[in-house]
């Protein structure tokens, strides 16, 4: 509809303003009685060399638009004010007809690589691993619903020298049964008491140097370890990723890049890139105005740059892909920006399409989560304690639900994964399970309800959505019909910002216009204008759902 008024008003003023540019310019006033549209026409004064006042007179004359309905100015604004039947016919008749498909690119577009999650092998998934997992997941589905081929990529944390000290540990104190039994924990604690141990005893860490040497060297009994160490650190890691409903197409981590490191690192040697500083080489970045990439150490030993590097030059010949998105935290902007420079440098115009989504940390009671005293806030633990939350919850609200167990996992992995999602990426968010957890709010578990209370309608309703007459369907449905016709550009506006919190918020703001509408319309009442109202209610699930599955959440039919 942007589009369609934008065209309009292009040619209201005989087409010396472009329609993106016009279309860029409309704004949602802040107030209903101040139309659907609004234009600022002072923007315009300066390219048509006219007053602003002129310019709106000029559109008011000239538009003619079958869903503009009347045209108001005040002051150098033109307000528009849409034909409310005919866009509720239209935006219905248009999802009804698409169903889940609305809002999908039609166009079919090339591949985007999402690089996210990317835990460490034998170390706990934490909360700080949250949001790279979830953020990215919805960054890979909200591409899909563009259009583009997505394909996950797991960098596992698989290489380097805690590899040597695990391995040291495992033979002192480690024992079979116990890790296969629970690796992450057993891992964790036998790396914890390497470390306290190191204190006592120094030979410990060049122990561990050789150790890692060994495996290095692809040491037969040191590359079984590191392979069983992996092993069973993945599977805990799934068990946990098919919780959260995410899935990868590859889990090549830092050591899949080891063979593929040289030919980076040669070809960095003849292009005249290297330099030898410190007791390293290193890309020189001083007209960039930052400090030098270190590719690798005089020993040649090869760092985080040069694995990130070789696996970029990877991902373009395996998947010949539009673009590279690496989901990291944003305490790492420095390394991507270092490493896009250097694939610029080395003369790859593809260097343009590597792109560094941030994001901010998690917070509890304003501090940092992370590691204290031995502590660390694991991600199941948080999962766990949402899913008992939401099960109590059920118990005290709905006792004869049934499936109860697997609507509370939807709802409290669903809860966690929202609330996240729901802000803007790069502002860090408070975490509380108490919070997330509210059937009202800016929460999951409110647009999940809001869903299951429609669902219920049209199961009461038994299958009489029959023909639209497209009877009016009250004044109080017009903002739930404007946000529906808008899910389109919702979708695009998320993929071109890569930013899900666009789609988290949408889908707030609809579940709440639909809340409100359901206040004050009985929708079964048996007149003319039911079948109009439940193809409302109908649309309006399927698009709430369509929007928490771009999230990575259920929708549960019943709650």
Request: net charge negative.
């Amino acid at each position: 509809m942007n589009l369609q008024i934008a065209k309009s008003i292009a040619s209201a003023l005989n087409n010396q303003v472009e329609v993106e540019e016009i279309e860029k310019l409309l704004e949602k006033p802040k107030h209903v009685d101040l139309g659907d549209f609004s234009l600022p026409c002072f923007k315009l004064a300066k390219k048509l060399g006219q007053s602003p006042q002129l310019i709106a007179s000029n559109i008011q004359k000239n538009l003619t638009c079958d869903v503009i309905q009347s045209i108001e100015i005040v002051g150098g604004y033109v307000n528009l004010f849409l034909n409310q039947h005919i866009i509720t016919q239209q935006v219905l008749k248009q999802i009804l007809k698409e169903q889940h498909l609305y809002g999908t690119s039609l166009t079919r577009k090339g591949n985007v690589v999402f690089d996210f999650s990317s835990p460490n092998i034998a170390k706990p998934f934490s909360m700080g691993h949250l949001r790279s997992t979830v953020i990215g997941n919805a960054l890979a589905n909200i591409a899909e619903k563009n259009g583009y081929n997505a394909i996950r990529i797991n960098h596992l944390g698989d290489w380097g020298t805690q590899f040597g000290k695990l391995i040291v540990a495992y033979k002192r104190w480690g024992h079979q049964q116990t890790i296969e039994a629970a690796p992450i924990e057993e891992l964790l604690k036998i790396y914890v008491k390497f470390h306290e141990e190191a204190e006592r005893d120094t030979t410990l860490i060049e122990q561990a140097r050789v150790a890692f040497k060994a495996l290095e060297d692809k040491d037969e009994e040191a590359l079984a370890l590191w392979h069983w160490f992996r092993e069973v650190s993945l599977e805990e890691f799934k068990t946990l990723y098919q919780l959260l409903g995410i899935q990868f197409d590859a889990y090549d981590g830092e050591a899949f890049y080891n063979d593929k490191m040289h030919t980076v690192v040669n070809e960095l040697q003849e292009k005249g890139l290297l330099t030898l500083s410190e007791g390293a080489y290193v890309v020189e970045l001083e007209k960039e105005e930052m400090p030098p990439c270190i590719i690798t150490k005089t020993d040649g030993a090869t760092l985080y740059a040069t694995r990130d590097l070789a696996a970029a030059f990877y991902r373009i010949q395996q998947y010949h892909p539009e673009k590279i998105v690496y989901v990291v935290g944003h305490e790492q902007t420095l390394h991507f920006k270092q490493l896009f420079n250097v694939v610029e440098k080395m003369g790859y115009d593809w260097a343009s399409n590597l792109c560094h989504v941030a994001f901010g940390m998690i917070l509890k009671e304003g501090k940092k989560m992370s590691t204290r005293k031995g502590k660390i806030v694991l991600l199941n633990d948080v999962l766990t304690e949402a899913i008992a939350t939401a099960k109590q919850n059920i118990e005290m609200k709905n006792p004869n639900l049934q499936n109860k167990e697997e609507v509370a996992k939807q709802v409290g992995v669903g809860a966690v994964i929202f609330n996240d999602l729901k802000n803007y990426r790069l502002h860090d968010i408070e975490f509380s399970i108490e919070q997330m957890m509210q059937f009202e709010g800016e929460t999951g578990p409110y647009i999940q309800y809001t869903y299951a209370r429609i669902f219920s309608i049209l199961e009461k309703a038994n299958g009489q959505l029959g023909e639209m007459t497209y009877q009016p369907v009250g004044v109080q449905a017009w903002p739930v019909i404007l946000l529906l016709e808008q899910y389109p550009r919702v979708i695009t506006i998320a993929y071109e910002q890569a930013d899900p919190s666009v789609v988290a918020k949408y889908a707030l703001q609809l579940a709440r216009s639909f809340n409100k509408y359901y206040a004050t319309n009985k929708i079964l009442s048996n007149d003319d204008g039911q079948s109009s109202r439940l193809a409302l209610c109908h649309c309006v699930a399927m698009i709430l759902e369509d929007s928490l599955a771009l999230l990575g959440i259920n929708a549960p039919k019943n709650m």
